[in-house]
């Protein structure tokens, strides 16, 4: 039952978040606002303050890996499509990338692709 329940919470939370669209979805997936988060990641090198876009987006990654807990397949193929596993890999290995968001993007990529209902290949 418990496991029934956190699926349900997190394909409630995904299709709210798709809804909003882009304003809200801040995952800077592309070549350009990669950049943008690349110099993000500079600005706030020690620590991202709690009202950054960086902070902001730190745990937007981190709603998404908790909405994919639970080998929740409809979630999981959602977020697969919003942070492919190329890009996951270009950003948590860039030169630049600072420990938060490793933290939260290994956490996404451990939820989203390794623990999951649907096989990745």
């Known amino acids: 039952k418990q496991w029934y329940q956190r699926r349900v919470r997190g394909t409630s939370v995904m299709q709210e978040l798709l809804q909003v669209g882009e304003e809200v979805m801040l995952l800077y997936n592309d070549r350009q606002s990669f950049q943008e988060l690349v110099k993000l990641m500079a600005q706030y090198r020690e620590h991202p303050t709690d009202d950054s876009p960086l902070h902001y987006h730190i745990q937007l990654v981190h709603l998404l890996s908790a ?18 596993l190329d890009e996951i890999v270009h950003i948590a290995t860039h030169q630049d990338c600072i420990p938060e968001i490793k933290i939260a993007y290994i956490n996404f990529l451990n939820h989203c692709y390794v623990d999951t209902e649907v096989r990745v290949l």
């Open 67 to 84: 909405c994919t807990e639970g080998k929740n397949v409809y979630t999981e193929i959602k977020c697969h499509s919003l942070l492919p």
